[in-house]
């Protein structure tokens, strides 16, 4: 099982502790997983042009968004975190979500999960990350969000701790149930 999750945090912080410790859980039950630090990747804006479309999926802007797109069409399962901005996702997140517009119905059935930092409420920012699961046709596995001022502070939360043992518990059992699907579909 191949895990891959991203961040949408411009700084190393909470979001970027939430998602390191879910995948530590999915490691230690044997999943491979990588962490894709957005702040760190070049990532240019989606101009909108839709020739990914007659490109057969292909972008023509090039950056480190050409590292990712295989990266993301191998993987069983998603995880997208961001901290919450005027109650929504960041706009590095949003971006990235906007350029996987080359590869966004290949990534039908595909588990996601979101997570969410937050310093007063969530707002849409889950909501944000359920839509997309859902124009994309991956199946929403669940989310774990946090409510955090300072960077650090999540991590002395054993609450979400908690949250994070759940949500793996889940995308593992999403991630095996699609496996028993496709062994069943090949063998008919």
Do not use: H
């Amino acid at each position: 099982m191949n895990v891959i999750a991203i961040s949408g945090s411009p700084r190393k912080g909470n979001t970027e502790w939430m998602l390191n410790r879910l995948l530590e859980i999915l490691a230690q039950s044997g999943a491979k997983v990588e962490l894709i630090l957005l702040r760190k990747k070049e990532i240019k804006r989606c101009t909108g042009c839709l020739t990914c479309e007659d490109r057969r999926g292909f972008c023509k802007l090039k950056d480190d968004m050409q590292e990712i797109y295989p990266k993301l069409l191998e993987t069983n399962a998603i995880i997208l975190g961001s901290p919450v901005y005027f109650e929504m996702i960041s706009g590095l997140l949003k971006n990235f979500i906007d350029r996987t517009c080359p590869i966004w119905t290949k990534m039908k059935g595909k588990p996601m999960a979101g997570l969410a930092v937050a310093e007063e409420g969530i707002g849409q920012a889950i909501q944000n990350l359920k839509t997309y699961a859902s124009v994309c046709g991956m199946p929403w596995t669940g989310s774990v969000t946090a409510l955090a001022k300072v960077p650090g502070e999540v991590a002395r939360n054993k609450n979400i701790e908690q949250r994070l043992k759940r949500l793996a518990k889940k995308l593992i059992q999403q991630c095996q149930s699609n496996a028993t699907v496709v062994l069943q579909d090949k063998e008919e």
